[in-house]
């Protein structure tokens, strides 16, 4: 199986350029190199798939915009991708329209946090913050949508938090500044910036500042507490350096860190309305069950099953390829469990890499020893995802719409009718 993949950024066919009708054009003449009727080829025993893919809307290690991201698809024979972007829904037209050209199947959302009153006491999937948890929309078939102003609450909310870090992390590293219209937004195509983004911006402007490296060096020791034969190590490496500053800088602990506060983020009920009212799956990020409210994992199901939830995302990179043997063994175990809850559930199981950070893969590996029991869950995810999206983009027919809901008896019932269909669909 083939196991390495080559990133496409491309530049120079403009790909990932911030202006859509660049990338479009960029596109379709990369699709008539191929000269195929097809571009997946099932020639593989293990099928590749990644159904959650951040795009430069939020934030892509990479640098892949939602066209870049399925052209990347094909250069490596996926058979499916799925768009994840962080508070927005600004690439699901452009991606799916591009899935659509490239005979991929396709699938979009969005990811956020949501406050679980419930479990106030507990932290979830979002380390260090109890009562918070990351949540996730799957299978939205336009970016035009019903309920808006709760999108723009999540975007409000997002940015928001964005600028009481800078202002943080500008007071902590004076005379270093930055300015956000200026040196953080041209980082985005859509005005959506990241503390990944502001990493890139500080680096940035204290290469301007500190132009010599002696000086550079001498300036991120005393700031960031980390003596300069350290610094010395990760200062070819961007990507290293700008992790370095957001671990010292924005984390728990860090002068940028902001505490989240339960009233700025919207309830689990209040997005799981918005998601189901826009035909989407109201989806559980779970992480690697170690935190104490995921190890109730039952209850917090229940709960989510009763806010709307019917579906579950797993990241299966952070619970297998762990270095430490007896904490790889731990999530594993956890990994296991979650998954024949899930099971249990008639959940479909979403999975993919987020690529939001660089050195991510750009798919995982299913045939490894740890994942090779599972792959045929994941599988099924897939084919439910894009079996709702097409039903869902041509009658309002999808995994959760009024009449699936209403139709079949029990969740098994449309488990294995939306897999059958996404099994015989072809892109």
């Known amino acids: 199986m083939k196991t390495t993949f080559e990133i496409e950024r491309n530049h120079d066919n403009l790909i990932n350029s911030f202006n859509l009708e660049e990338r479009k054009n960029s596109f379709i003449k990369l699709l008539e190199k191929c000269r195929v009727?097809?571009?997946f080829e099932e020639t593989?025993?293990?099928?590749?798939?990644?159904?959650?893919?951040?795009?430069?809307?939020?934030?892509n290690g990479y640098n892949l915009s939602p066209t870049g991201l399925v052209w990347n698809a094909i250069k490596n024979n996926l058979y499916a991708i799925g768009l994840v972007d962080f508070d927005v829904l600004d690439g699901v037209e452009e991606f799916l329209e591009c899935c659509e050209k490239a005979n991929i199947r396709g699938c979009a959302g969005f990811e956020t946090r949501v406050f679980?009153?419930?479990?106030?006491?507990?932290?979830?999937?979002?380390?260090?913050?109890?009562?918070?948890c990351y949540h996730i929309g799957m299978g939205f078939t336009s970016q035009k949508v019903r309920k808006l102003e709760t999108l723009k609450k999540l975007k409000?909310?997002?940015?928001?938090?964005?600028?009481n870090i800078i202002e943080l992390v500008n007071s902590f590293l004076y005379p270093l500044t930055i300015d956000c219209e200026k040196d953080v937004i041209p980082l985005t195509p859509a005005g959506n910036p990241t503390e990944r983004h502001l990493c890139v911006a500080f680096l940035e402007k204290s290469?301007?500042?500190?132009?010599?490296?002696?000086?550079?060096l001498k300036f991120w020791s005393e700031k960031l507490g980390t003596p300069i034969s350290e610094l010395e190590k990760v200062t070819e490496d961007n990507n290293s350096f700008q992790n370095l500053i957001r671990s010292k800088l924005m984390?728990?602990?860090?002068?940028?860190?902001?505490?989240?506060?339960?009233?700025?983020?919207?309830?689990?009920?209040?997005?799981?309305?918005f998601i189901l009212a826009n035909g989407g799956i109201p989806t559980f990020a779970w992480l690697d069950g170690t935190s104490d409210g995921e190890q109730k994992i039952e209850e917090l199901l229940t709960l989510m099953t009763a806010s709307g939830v019917h579906a579950v995302n797993i990241i299966p990179e952070r619970n297998w390829n762990i270095k430490d043997p007896e904490l790889k063994k731990v999530k594993l175990q956890n990994l296991e469990k979650f998954i024949m809850v899930a099971k249990e559930l008639y959940f479909p199981i979403f999975i993919g890499t987020e690529l939001n950070a660089p050195g991510q893969k750009f798919v995982d590996n299913l045939d490894c020893p740890e994942l090779r029991p599972y792959y045929q869950l994941f599988l099924d995810g897939v084919h439910i995802a894009y079996a709702h999206t097409i039903l869902q983009r041509i009658k309002g027919m999808g995994f959760t719409s009024p009449w699936s809901l209403s139709y079949f008896s029990t969740p098994k019932e449309r488990y294995e009718f939306f897999k059958e269909i996404g099994t015989k669909l072809k892109p």
């Open 116 to 132: 679980i009153p419930q479990f106030a006491k507990y932290q979830i999937n979002s380390p260090g913050e109890v009562g918070i």
């Open 251 to 273: 984390k728990l602990g860090g002068p940028g860190y902001i505490k989240p506060e339960p009233e700025t983020f919207p309830t689990l009920n209040e997005v799981n309305e």
């Open 44 to 59: 593989q025993n293990i099928l590749l798939f990644n159904l959650h893919c951040h795009s430069f809307f939020s934030y």
């Open 37 to 39: 009727s097809s571009y």
């Open 156 to 163: 409000s909310i997002a940015q928001s938090r964005i600028k």
């Open 207 to 216: 290469k301007m500042v500190y132009a010599k490296q002696e000086e550079f």
